[in-house]
């Protein structure tokens, strides 16, 4: 069917509640509804207004950072963000006060001044409204990211926000518009293509190593099970089990996937086209919900319900025909994986299971073989902070990395390394796998969200040029992150 005719039957399915009724593949999905991929089509058939690939917002001497949601990962933001010169934590929230006690405390011990506080459900609203704030820095639950991206940017102020950027299709390409519209950077901050053999990996690829990539595979393969989703003490009013309940697909892509991206000039060169996606049934949720719940009735209210299938595998093929396929599973026993498994014209490289490995032939290459290749191909920022970022910590570095950077580039006035079209591509398999899954695997159109602009839009930078100019205080042993 032509993308014409299938755009007017949308238009009238949207239109008419009664041929939803007759016609069952019309019906609302859960995750991308007929509606809103309709909404999307529209979208992309507008002209872009303004490209923020490659966009440099003006410099920023010393950036002002407000970071909402201070659970286990902003937390550990707050510290991290500390060693950065050329900064300042002007604001903190959090829905509960205690957390915010929590982050002063680490100002202090890091000797930065006390940051203002917003707290409550909506204290994240009067930070982006009335914060002396340059750039919003958002570690929350998944559900307020879009929102609070958008209301930082239309409040004059740069947007970062934890992975995924949004979770429907509306939601991502509010934030492309707003952040054309406003010109104010949204990054979704992927952390892990700041990971050492990601870089390596980015670099070789730049350089031709392993020749053209034809397919890749990315994963975040986790177990979260009883330490995590089940556990009182972790996510803040259990918001990500109930996240893997009444939706089915792949609900945390962009660990996989941005590295991948990136080194296959997604965006920039490439775009995704279409996705399939299958998943599992639901093998041991509900079983570790009852389980739970016989001992403590706090647990009650999650047996029973409509868990997420443990694993969704879905694939991705790029308008320029190569492959990826991205898993996703935090419910099963199995080791952490992201697989980050390139495979090219002249060679290949696979992360996970782990030792990481290139080959350039049928077996694998020699560690110290390796290790040349390492010291090869490390790019300037690796050989600029990596040791640093190991010291400070954060996921082995790769988190510090990436706040150097991002801060380094809005002081420099240089362009991110990841745009808000990246956070949309990345963050897009959440709705469309599910609507994906909820159709028996149908393929599934991935919206175009640089309209066009892919076409042109130039390779990510790896140098360091016209940056690399803020230093990091020095890593005290007391002060090191747990
Ligand atoms: N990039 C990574 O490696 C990585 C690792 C872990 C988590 N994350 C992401 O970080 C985010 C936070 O995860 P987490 O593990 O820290 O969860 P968490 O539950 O520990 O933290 C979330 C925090 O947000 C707060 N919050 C909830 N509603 C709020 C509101 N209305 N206003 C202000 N604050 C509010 C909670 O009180 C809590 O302190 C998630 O998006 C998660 O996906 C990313």
Known sequence: MNRNRRKFLRHL???????????????????????????????????QTFNMCGYAAPKIETVRVGVIGLGMRGSDAVERLSYIDGLEITALCDKYPDRIAASQKTLEKMKRP??????????WKALCENAPVDLVYTATPWSLHTPIC???MKNGKHAATEVPAGKTIDELWELVETSEK?????????????????????????????????????????????????????????WRLKENIGQNGNLYPTHGLGPIAQCM???????????????????????????M?????????????????????????????????????????RPYSRI????????????????ARISFGHSWLKPEELKQLEEKYALPIVKHIGAIAKEVGGHGGMDFIMDWRLIDCLRNGLPLDQDVYDAAAWSCP??????????????????????????????VDLTLNGGGTTGVREVKPELKMQ
Not at 114 to 123: C, I, L, M, R
Not at 198 to 220: C, F, K, P, Q, S
Not at 308 to 323: D, E, P, S
């Open 430 to 459: 959440f709705p469309l796998s599910q609507r994906s899954v909820a159709k028996k695997s149908r393929t599934v159109d991935i919206p175009d969200f640089t309209r066009g602009a892919w076409k042109t839009n130039k390779p």
């Open 150 to 152: 958008l209301a930082a």
């Open 182 to 238: 406003t010109r104010k950077h949204c990054m979704m901050l992927e952390n892990c293509c700041y990971d050492f053999f990601e870089l390596l990996t980015l670099n070789m690829v730049r350089n031709g190593m392993l020749g053209e990539i034809v397919h890749a595979e990315g994963a975040y393969i986790h177990e979260l099970g009883k330490d995590w989703l089940f556990n009182k003490k972790a996510y803040a009013d259990m």
């Open 265 to 291: 000039d997604i965006n920039r060169g490439d775009r995704f086209d279409h996705l399939v996606s299958m998943s599992t049934a639901d093998f041991s949720l509900n079983a570790l919900a009852k389980e």
């Open 114 to 123: 006390k940051a203002k506080e917003y707290s409550g459900n909506d204290g």
């Open 340 to 355: 980050h498994l390139l495979s090219g014209t002249k060679g290949a490289a696979q992360k996970w299971p782990g030792p």
């Open 13 to 47: 399915a949207a239109g008419s509640g009664a041929l939803a009724a007759g016609l069952p593949s019309l019906a609302k999905v859960v995750g991308a509804s007929d509606e809103s991929v309709y909404r999307s089509e529209i979208m992309q058939d507008k002209k």
């Open 293 to 333: 719940a016989a001992k403590d009735s706090f647990f009650n209210e999650y047996t029973n319900r409509q868990y997420r299938g443990n694993m969704n595998t879905t694939l991705i093929r790029t308008h320029k025909g190569k492959t990826i396929i991205l898993q996703h599973d935090v419910s099963t026993i």
